[in-house]
T-cell receptor, first 115, second 117 residues
């Protein structure tokens, strides 16, 4: 299993450009989510999905769109990049193996800089 | 109010000694879970340990243990016999509720641990 994969690892955008951060998992997890991590802060939830076709907003959703057409993929779209979106983006997935820990498996992150 | 508070921005510990990283939380949901993650300088998030609100015993995973004091709403991470490889940022996080959608994690601001040789 590759686990949770994210592409690209690094990206530089100009203000106003759009792009999609890719996230895929091969563990058949129904729950996937996107977080952003700003310097000196913990991760904050952007959007999440409890299954294919179902998405919802997290704490900081403005400026981002998501969709979930398959169990495996959960792309994050930046509609019009702004310098405030400079951050490290983490994708995560989880399942419940019979317990209720809902441990989240994180991808390696995408470091995005908006100039 | 902050849901997860980590009051130690930075901590130092001598190699082979034990260290406690503090975490307090705030929730009115009786069902919740507390997690600790390690983030080394390479940036990935590594799951360390989990404690459920109804768990009777403190969680342990190898050199990691979670000192869970429910009445005080604290969930401190104890690392025994520190190693140089333990130098990293450590995050406390909480999940509230037990339904399928209640898997969002709220993170604290982290504690940077440095292990000294």
């Amino acid at each position: 299993n590759a686990g949770v994969t994210q592409t690209p690892k690094f990206q530089v955008l100009k203000t106003g450009q759009s792009m999609t951060l890719q996230c895929a998992q091969d563990m058949n997890h129904e729950y996937m989510s996107w977080y952003r991590q700003d310097p000196g802060m913990g991760l904050r939830l952007i959007h999440y999905s409890v299954g294919a076709g179902i998405t919802d907003q997290g704490e900081v959703p403005n400026g981002y769109n998501v969709s979930r057409s398959t169990t495996e993929d959960f792309p994050l779209r930046l509609l019009s990049a702004a310098p405030s979106q400079t951050s490290v983006y983490f994708c995560a997935s989880s399942y419940s193996p019979g317990g209720n820990s809902y441990e989240q498996y994180f991808g390696p992150g995408t470091r995005l800089t908006v100039t | 109010a902050q849901k997860i508070t980590q009051t130690q921005p930075g901590m130092f510990v001598q190699e082979k000694e034990a260290v406690t990283l503090d975490c307090t939380y705030d929730t009115s949901d009786p069902s919740y879970g507390l997690f600790w993650y390690k983030q080394p300088s390479s940036g990935e998030m590594i799951f360390l340990i989990y404690q459920g609100s109804y768990d009777q015993q403190n969680a342990t995973e190898g050199r990691y243990s979670l000192n869970f004091q429910k009445a005080r709403k604290s969930a401190n991470l104890v690392i025994s016999a520190s190693q140089l490889g333990d130098s990293a940022m450590y995050f406390c996080a909480m999940r509230e509720g037990v339904s399928g959608s209640a898997r969002q994690l709220t993170f604290g601001s982290g504690t940077q641990l440095t292990v000294l040789p």
